[in-house]
């Protein structure tokens, strides 16, 4: 939690949340994925001054749970005096005790993004689904409460006023916009109606561009000029040409019968994508089901 601190910007995570994307549509199924096309509402988890700390979290919490359908999973929620925002003791269940820290006392309206994240962490860890290294299963974390309907509430706990600045989570204010909005594009949902804090809406925005830009490299056939043309240069080298040095994701390989074959990664998911290079292809991924039009 950056709390009055700097807060980092940029995409320094952008392969990790990438990663994270994929591993969730390998792990879930498309089809469960499909089944989280709404998220949370914020008259779910709204948390007025006036009521009951305790009662409030403990109901703010259920409907966190509700939403990733962990029915029998049973929060108890309480605060303590500590430097990270939340933990959560991760056990054999049904029973999961979350710390909030203290500042969420005066803060309650933040409570909901606190929770979604330790939620998410019992629903990864009953998945069985984690990254090595903590840094990266924390951003796995925010990836996928983000992808899953309830990141929203972490993007819109970001906030800056002044000097004042407050940041929940590990991804950045753009990466968190970025995973919105690829959630948005798959779902057609616009999660910036819900926002409180100008900056979420800032961050939102950027992330759309930037996700954007996935479905508008070659080979796709949406690809600007410019890369078509680095395309087309890269092509007319392969195989055997060195290295790409723009830092293309597409890679050229023969297969077994010698013909070129390009592989990119699919704008939804992320997972590769092998296509062979005979100009105009129409290619469907097998994870997530998208259908690229290509100009291979």
């Not at 969730?24 to 006036?50: E, G, I, K, M, N």
Request: with cysteine.
């Amino acid at each position: 939690m950056a709390n009055g601190g700097p807060v980092e910007h940029g995409y320094p995570h952008l392969d990790t949340v990438r990663a994270a994307i994929t591993a969730l549509y390998r792990r879930l199924s498309y089809d469960t994925v499909q089944t989280f096309a709404a998220s949370v509402l914020p008259a779910d988890v709204a948390f007025c001054d006036t009521d009951d700390l305790h009662l409030g979290a403990q109901r703010v919490a259920r409907e966190i749970v509700r939403h990733f359908r962990l029915p029998d999973a049973r929060m108890i929620v309480g605060f303590k005096d500590m430097t990270h925002a939340a933990n959560v003791e991760l056990t054999a269940g049904p029973e999961y005790f979350v710390e909030l820290n203290d500042r969420f006392r005066t803060h309650r309206r933040d409570i909901g993004a606190a929770l979604a994240h330790e939620v998410m962490h019992v629903y990864l860890h009953r998945l069985d689904l984690s990254f090595p290294g903590v840094r990266e299963n924390e951003i796995l974390t925010d990836t996928a409460t983000t992808y899953l309907g309830a990141g929203w509430l972490l993007l819109d706990a970001y906030r800056e006023h002044g000097e004042a600045s407050q940041k929940l989570g590990y991804l950045t204010p753009e990466e968190f916009g970025y995973v919105l909005a690829k959630r948005s594009l798959v779902f057609h949902e616009d999660p910036s109606v819900w926002f409180t804090s100008p900056q979420a809406y800032t961050a939102y925005q950027k992330g759309m561009a930037r996700a954007r830009q996935d479905a508008e490299q070659p080979p796709l056939s949406a690809a600007g000029w410019a890369g078509r043309r680095r395309y087309a240069r890269d092509r007319r080298h392969a195989p055997g040409a060195p290295p790409s040095q723009h830092g293309a994701s597409y890679a050229f390989t023969p297969d077994s019968g010698g013909r070129l074959r390009v592989s990119f990664p699919c704008p939804t998911c992320h997972q590769r994508i092998r296509v062979p290079v005979r100009g105009r292809v129409r290619a469907r991924c097998s994870l997530c089901r998208t259908v690229l039009e290509c100009d291979t």
